[in-house]
Nanobody
Framework: QVQLVESGGGLVQAGGSLRLSCTGP????????MCWFRQAPGKAREFVAA????????YYADHVKGRFTISRDKAKNTVYLQMNSLKPEDTAVYYC????????????????WGQGTQVTVSS
């Protein structure tokens, strides 16, 4: 397993933006396919976006397409989730996770998880 640390969550008004970051250690992180999931209160954890290890291929859930962008900076061992045009329904704890499988949006394919960062969007 790889230790992952998320940051960047917070409280924002609807229509606003936030950028989440996820960092991990060295070569293992750089070679990993990465994903963002989220979990709202009382709901199941759901796929948000994924990026393959090289950064050249990405996937998005339909409900965030055109608003969220996943990217990675290998030199900084960091994966980002830029979230624009936020909606109250985007309120959730956001988790980053790593996988050796690509492509994948199934929780069971991800073997390392961060502790999560809270995103709250007010109306």
């Amino acid at each position: 397993q790889v230790q992952l640390v998320e940051s960047g969550g917070g409280l924002v008004q609807a229509g606003g933006s936030l950028r989440l970051s996820c960092t991990g250690p060295g070569r293992t992180f750089r070679a990993s396919h990465m994903c963002w999931f989220r979990q709202a209160p009382g709901k199941a954890r759901e796929f948000v976006a994924a990026i393959e290890w090289g950064g050249g291929e990405t996937y998005y859930a339909d409900h965030v397409k055109g608003r969220f962008t996943i990217s990675r900076d290998k030199a900084k061992n960091t994966v980002y989730l830029q979230m624009n045009s936020l909606k109250p329904e985007d309120t959730a704890v956001y988790y980053c996770a790593r996988s050796s499988n690509w492509p994948s949006w199934f929780l069971s394919d991800y073997d390392s998880w961060g502790q999560g960062t809270q995103v709250t969007v007010s109306s």
